[in-house]
């Protein structure tokens, strides 16, 4: 029983566009989320995070936004450069417990 | 200067082996982490200790064997090897053991049993 999922293993998107990168989850007692970013013979890297109690995060170019009543989180990358392709990860934990990791997605970034 | 690290990078071993790895982290921090990602890339927290003590023991076979020297290491040993255990394992750690901390991720070292 995955209680995050990343629906779509890949995501190709033009330079200087908008990445979207999406995370549903099904346990509604996460209270934080993080996303993590992986380049391959790397371990994740955190990116950016968000508490249940706020509905975005932002840094520099990265928006993190959070839907409870749709149990969904999205990562905004704008504008989108070729450094950014690599493989992110949604995580969710309750109360500082355990982080549950999603299975990823490949972001391509195209010049 | 690497923060978080892990030997070996790559292990290739025979079915009802015993292998282990390693890790060590330069950052000071209090807790560590080993997780094992599968094939279907999930990335899955297997242990977490906390000051050399173990607080997080997943439902992992007690083929694995988490040990820590002192708060700096968290060695894992896996007995008996078999097919289902090649996988990438990652070391981690953070400051302190609320996953409200940022964890910092070791390399990963790629273990394939034959």
């Known amino acids: 029983d995955q209680q995050v999922k990343q629906n779509s293993p890949s995501l190709s998107v033009q330079e200087g566009r908008i990445s979207i990168l999406n995370c549903d989850y099904t346990?509604?007692?996460?209270?934080?989320f993080l996303w993590y970013k992986k380049y391959p013979a790397e371990g994740p890297t955190f990116l950016i995070s968000?508490?249940?109690?706020?509905d975005k995060n932002e840094d520099g170019r990265f928006t993190v936004f959070l839907n409870k009543s749709a149990k969904h989180l999205s990562l905004h990358i704008v504008p989108s450069q070729p450094g950014d392709s690599a493989v992110y990860f949604c995580?969710?934990?309750?109360?500082?417990?355990?982080?549950?990791f999603g299975a990823g997605t490949i972001l391509r970034v195209k010049s | 200067d690497t923060a978080v690290s892990q030997t070996p990078k790559y292990l290739v071993t025979q079915m009802g082996n015993d292998k282990s790895i390693k890790c060590e982290q330069n950052?000071?921090?209090?807790?560590m982490y080993w997780y094992k990602q599968d094939s279907k890339k999930f990335l899955k927290i297997m242990f977490s200790?906390?000051?050399?003590?173990?607080?997080i023991n997943e439902t992992v076979p007690n083929r694995f064997s988490p040990k820590s020297p002192d708060k700096a290491h968290l060695n894992l040993h896996i007995n008996s090897l078999e097919l289902g255990d090649s996988a990438v394992y990652f070391c981690?750690?953070?400051?302190?053991?609320?996953?409200?901390?940022?964890?910092?991720f070791g390399p990963g070292t790629r273990l394939t049993v034959l």
């Open positions: 200790y906390n000051n050399k003590e173990l607080i």
């Open positions: 995580a969710a934990s309750v109360q500082g417990n355990k982080l549950v």
């Open positions: 981690a750690s953070s400051p302190q053991r609320s996953s409200y901390n940022e964890q910092f």
């Open positions: 950052l000071g921090h209090d807790t």
């Open positions: 968000i508490s249940s109690i706020k």
């Open positions: 346990n509604s007692m996460f209270d934080y």
